[in-house]
């Protein structure tokens, strides 16, 4: 399975951007799928899940009421809407994607995209 994450770019704060990411899984239905951020100089965080039924959603409480995942599984893509923008949500976003439960710990996830960057001035 690849995925191949885009729609990063620069924003002030309070803008928005979608993310998305395109699977080449013929089994992507049956993914649950993660967006993890890591930025500069700090470890991988996890942002929001979203398992095979889209209404089990999860969210890190850093971003819950901003950002929402969802996917179209007829377009093989996992979307990530970030609203209400801050400096400190800048990082590299990474989609990622696994067969089975959903997770919020990326070491359960086995499929990465490349990540696509995130930033937001001041």
Do not use: H, I
Request: charged fraction near 15%; hydrophobic fraction near 35%.
């Amino acid at each position: 399975v690849q995925l191949q994450a885009s729609g990063g770019g620069l924003v002030q704060t309070g803008g928005s951007l979608r993310l998305s990411c395109v699977a080449s899984a013929r089994t992507f239905s049956s993914l649950s799928l993660g967006w993890f951020r890591q930025a500069p100089g700090k470890e991988r965080q996890f942002v929001a899940a979203l398992g095979v039924m889209s209404n089990n959603t999860y969210y890190a409480d850093s971003v819950k009421g901003r950002f929402t995942v969802f996917r179209d599984d007829a377009k093989k893509t996992v979307y990530l809407q970030l609203n209400s923008l801050k400096p400190e949500d800048t990082a590299l976003y990474y989609c990622a994607g696994r067969q089975g439960g959903t997770y919020v710990y990326s070491r359960y996830y086995k499929y990465w995209g490349q990540g696509t960057l995130v930033t937001v001035s001041s």
